[in-house]
């Protein structure tokens, strides 16, 4: 008796292909973090503190919404490749930070306004992408 064994999978072909695969599904979660984070700024995000009333005050700047004072880094939020890009404050804004010696308001703790984010939808959309390409890529 002769057993042959086939397969309908290939490990080379999926190997040749999975650079290109984890690279578009980088670029794809940059979109989507993109428009998450603009999203949520503006449904808004929590009230601005009474130092950054002031500030804005300070500047002839409306006071909402917030992250949106003169649009600079809402509208420097983009996606590069598999990067996500903006002015360097919105790190801070999205982390936290204190003011400079130098600044309106002196050395006040600014409470973090976390903001880079993926809707949730998009992540399942984009894990349900990997998996297909992957399993596409497999097939022989």
Excluded: C, W
Excluded at 27 to 47: C, F, H, M, N, P
Excluded at 64 to 92: C, H, N, T, V
Excluded at 112 to 139: G, H, M, Y
Aim: charged fraction near 35%.
């Amino acid at each position: 008796m002769k057993l042959k064994i086939t397969t309908n999978y290939s490990f080379s072909k999926l190997s040749k292909n999975i650079d290109s695969l984890i690279n578009d599904s980088l670029k794809e979660y940059a979109v989507k973090t993109e428009k998450g984070s603009k999203r949520k700024i503006d449904r808004g995000l929590r009230a601005l503190r009474p130092a950054t009333v002031k500030i804005r005050a300070f500047r002839n700047q409306p006071t909402k919404p917030a992250l949106k004072a003169s649009g600079a880094l809402y509208k420097s939020i983009k996606q590069s490749g598999s990067d996500l890009e903006m002015l360097e404050y919105g790190m801070r804004h999205h982390e936290g930070f204190t003011t400079g010696e130098k600044s309106i308001i002196p050395n006040v703790k600014i409470e973090a306004r976390p903001f880079i984010t993926v809707l949730q939808k998009d992540k399942k959309e984009i894990v349900k992408k990997f998996k297909d390409s992957i399993n596409k890529s497999l097939k022989k």
